[in-house]
């Protein structure tokens, strides 16, 4: 029998070579509570530390991804973990791979990996995938010297951030330095940053999802490569960043691209990038893409999140927290529970991971 348990971010991730990517206020946890709550009325076998879950309670139904945590979920007969948190490598569910249990989510030190946006970008350049120009801005560097022949606008941005938290976009040096200054005052995000030309075009977000078998119109469908929903068009963006969802409702500045645009050819050939993108990155579960046309409607890879918000409309007090992903797969025809169902179908074992590697 299939027993699943949700686990949320218990603490941030260890910092690598200095930097620190952010914690998200509760780690997960409403998503995670979506999750398990929609899946249970659906009919799965949820475990959860709570035996009587109350709706509105996030850790009613998820698990901290501690020892501790994982441990619990086990005894009480989880055999499938749904990693709705941050991974990095040496993540505490690692020291599980060698039992009976299954996974729903990435692998742990690939998401480190390709949560570094310089890493990832050249990854992308190499394998000749467009990706804006750039410079890594370091907080002891003679930053004058440095910027001499930047053009403006540029986007100041985390090496490893989330969302749009500490990203903004500088009109002149004296802007730059404004941020660069407000970025390293407290460490929040390193001693480096990521420095881009600011795209002035249409702003899309693409979920690329994994090969395998997902049920599309009631019917079984295998999909023998990675593979993308519709397009999301962000819209309504704040000196010129799409706002952060915690903050402002993506359902209220997103939308699916029309039939009409999602037969363009540039929004075919970039949906067709990003799904190389995800099979560079060895994605094992959804991921999503941000991009962004230029001047000219050419569209670039500026954002690979390894984990994309899953938050979803189950509960009664949330039926305003549609995800990206979510919206996209709506196009698709599918409930949250179909989404969710198509998820679980890409479970995998950690011991076929490590036979991957030989």
């Known amino acids: 029998m299939n027993k699943i348990a949700i686990l949320y971010q218990n603490e941030p991730p260890p910092k690598r070579n200095g930097i620190q990517k952010p914690m998200k ?50 005894k009480m007969g989880a055999n499938i973990f749904w990693l709705n948190t941050v ?24 998401v480190e990996k390709y949560d570094d946006k310089i890493r990832t970008n050249q990854l992308l350049k190499k394998n000749n995938l467009p990706i804006p120009t750039n410079i890594i801005i370091d907080k002891n560097q003679d930053w004058d010297k440095l910027l001499t022949n930047v053009k403006y606008p540029q986007v100041a941005k985390p ?15 004296r802007e730059l330095m404004f941020s660069l200054n407000a970025l390293f005052r407290h460490d929040q995000y390193g001693k480096s940053v990521y420095l881009e030309p600011f795209l002035s075009g249409q702003e899309i977000t693409i979920t690329i999802m994994p090969p395998g078998k997902y049920e599309v119109d009631k019917q079984d469908v295998y999909f023998h490569d990675y593979w993308s929903l519709p397009p999301v068009r962000r819209y309504n963006h704040e000196n010129g960043i799409a706002p952060y969802n915690g903050i402002v409702a993506v359902i209220n500045n997103s939308e699916v691209l029309p039939d009409i645009e999602l037969e363009n050819e540039k929004i075919k050939k970039i949906k067709q990038q990003c799904q190389i993108a995800a099979k560079l990155v060895n994605a094992k579960a959804p991921i999503r893409i941000d991009c962004r046309a230029n001047d000219e409607g050419q569209y670039f890879l500026f954002d690979l999140n390894m984990k994309p918000n899953m938050t979803g409309a189950s509960r009664s007090h949330r039926k305003n927290q549609d995800s990206l992903t979510m919206l996209a797969a709506r196009k698709m025809g599918w409930s949250y529970f179909d989404l969710l169902k198509n998820m679980i179908y890409q ?8 036979e991957e590697k030989k």
Do not use: M
């Open 25 to 74: 206020p509760g780690g997960y946890s409403d998503s995670g509570a979506d999750i398990g709550y929609c899946l249970k009325e659906n009919g799965f076998d949820v475990i959860t530390p709570n035996d009587q879950p109350h709706p509105n309670n996030d850790y009613d139904w998820v698990f901290p991804d501690s020892n501790q945590g994982i441990q619990k979920a086990i």
């Open 87 to 110: 991974l990095y490598k040496n993540h505490p569910i690692e020291e599980y791979f060698n039992s009976n249990i299954e996974i729903v989510g990435q692998i742990p030190d690939q």
């Open 159 to 173: 090496i490893r951030g989330r969302g749009s938290k500490g990203v903004s976009v500088v009109n002149s040096q």
């Open 347 to 354: 479970k995998w074992k950690p011991s076929s991971v490590e």
